[in-house]
C-alpha cells in the first residue's frame, strides 16, 4: 500500500473514531441528563398533611351496634383485566391494554362494589393523570359513582417520566389512596412511611397511609386507616419501620377511646400460609412475599383472617402471565381492627380478577357501645 493511501485509511478511521466517541459523548450526556431530571424533580410529600375532603355523606355521625359494612380494594389503576400482564412482575406490558379498557375496568369496579353496598371503601391505586392509565381521571370517576359519599385522596406515587420499557416507556405517574364513607368524614391526615433511602427511591411509590375520622353518636370517632404498604421484595427492615410507624398511630388512637379499622394492601403474604395453600409448593421465583410479622400487631388489635368462605379466594394474582387456573396467587389485602369494633362476617370477594389484580375484601362490622 502507497503512503497516500495509507494516509486515506489512517484520515478515515480517525473520522470514525471520532464518530463513535461523539455518539457515545451524546449518549452520556443525554442519560445524565435524564438522572439529573429525575433528581431535580424529586420530592416527598410532607408528612402530616390535611386532606382535602370532598362529596356530601348521607349522615353526620356513625350509630353503636349498628352493622355497617367496609370494602378494602386495589383497582390496579385500572389496567388489569384477566389477559394483562405487567413488566414488574415478568410480564410484558406497562400500559393498560387502552383508555376505553382502563375506563371499563373502573365502571366494573364501580358496579361491583355497588352490588356490597359499602358504607366504607378503601381503595387504593387510584390514577389521577398517569402515562400508564392514558391519563383518566379515576378519582373523578369513581367519585361520580359514589357521589353521595365523602371522599379523601392520599397521593402516593408521583414519579418523573420513567424512560422504561424502552419500546412503551411506563412515563410519569400519579395515583393516591382513595377513602369513601356514606357517614361524614370530619378530618383527615396523610402520613408519611418510611422508604428506601438508597436510588430505587426514585423509582419507588412516596408511600403513605390516610386516617380518615368519622364521627360516631357517643362522642367517640372511628379512624378509617387505608394503607399500602411497599411491594413483596423490599428489605424486611423497611417494612418493620412502615408497619412500626402506622400501628403507634393506632394504638394512639385507640388509647384515646377510639375505634379504627385499617384496611388494605399490605403486601406481605397476610394470613402467613396463603402462598402454600393455594400453590402447593412454591417455586422459588415466587417466594418474595414475606409471611406478615404478627408480633408487631399491637395489643387491642387483631388481623382479620378468619374468612366466611375459609379462605378458599385468593385477593392476588402474580402478573407474569395472563390469568388462569394455575397462575400464582395468594392473600394480602385484608383488615386489622381494634376490639371495640365487632366483626360479624368477613371474607374475600371472588371476582376471578375481572378488573383488578386484586380481588376486595369485604368486612361487616359493628362498633361496640360498651367501649
Given amino acids: 500500500m502507497d503512503e497516500k493511501k495509507k494516509k486515506t485509511k489512517g484520515r478515515k478511521w480517525k473520522v470514525l473514531g471520532k464518530s463513535v466517541l461523539g455518539v457515545s459523548a451524546g449518549i452520556v450526556l443525554i442519560l445524565a441528563g435524564y438522572v439529573s431530571y429525575v433528581m431535580i424533580t424529586y420530592s416527598r410529600i410532607e408528612d402530616n398533611r390535611t386532606l382535602e375532603i370532598t362529596g356530601t355523606a348521607r349522615s353526620d355521625t356513625l350509630k ?5 359494612t367496609a370494602v378494602t380494594y386495589n383497582i390496579g389503576f385500572g389496567a388489569y383485566t384477566p389477559d394483562y400482564t405487567f413488566f414488574m412482575d415478568g410480564g410484558t406490558q406497562s400500559w393498560a391494554n387502552s383508555e376505553e379498557s382502563v375506563i371499563s375496568c373502573i ?16 381503595i387504593q391505586e387510584v390514577d389521577i393523570d398517569s402515562t400508564r392509565s392514558y391519563h383518566v381521571n379515576q378519582f373523578k370517576l369513581l367519585c361520580d359513582g359514589f357521589s353521595d359519599m365523602s371522599a379523601t385522596l392520599a ?3 408521583h414519579s418523573a417520566f420513567l424512560f422504561y420499557p424502552i419500546l412503551q416507556p411506563h412515563g410519569a405517574s400519579n395515583s393516591g389512596l382513595l377513602t369513601l364513607s356514606n357517614t361524614k368524614i370530619s378530618s383527615a391526615m396523610r402520613r408519611s412511611l418510611p422508604i428506601a433511602e438508597s436510588m430505587s427511591k426514585y423509582l419507588d411509590l412516596d408511600r403513605c397511609y390516610s386516617l380518615n375520622y368519622i364521627n360516631t353518636e357517643n362522642g367517640k370517632q372511628l379512624v ?3 394503607t399500602h404498604l411497599s411491594a413483596y421484595g423490599t428489605d424486611s427492615s423497611l417494612q418493620t419501620r412502615q408497619l412500626e410507624k402506622m400501628f403507634g398511630d393506632m ?55 378468619n374468612y366466611q368462605s375459609g379462605g378458599s379466594v385468593p385477593s392476588c394474582r402474580n402478573c407474569d402471565k395472563p ?6 396467587v395468594l392473600t394480602v389485602d385484608g383488615f386489622i381492627v381494634s376490639d371495640n369494633v365487632e366483626t360479624t362476617y368477613m371474607d374475600i370477594i371472588d371476582n376471578q380478577f375481572l378488573y383488578s389484580d386484586h380481588n376486595p375484601v369485604k368486612l361487616q362490622f359493628k362498633l ?4
Avoid at 417455586?283 to 412475599?289: G, L, N
Fill in 155 to 157: 397521593v402516593n406515587y
Fill in 107 to 122: 365502571n366494573g369496579d364501580i358496579a361491583l362494589l355497588k352490588r356490597h353496598q359499602p358504607d366504607l371503601t378503601l
Fill in 323 to 328: 390469568y388462569s387456573p394455575d397462575s400464582f
Fill in 368 to 371: 361496640k357501645a360498651s367501649d
Fill in 64 to 68: 353503636t351496634d349498628t352493622e355497617y
Fill in 251 to 305: 394504638r394512639k388512637e385507640y388509647e384515646k377511646g377510639n375505634y379504627v379499622i385499617c384496611g388494605g394492601d399490605f403486601n406481605h403474604d397476610f394470613t402467613g400460609n396463603s402462598k402454600e395453600r393455594f400453590n402447593g409448593e412454591v417455586p422459588a421465583e415466587y417466594s418474595w412475599a414475606a409471611a406478615f410479622p404478627d408480633q408487631l400487631i399491637p395489643a387491642h388489635f387483631q388481623k382479620l383472617v
Fill in 224 to 226: 378509617v386507616v387505608n
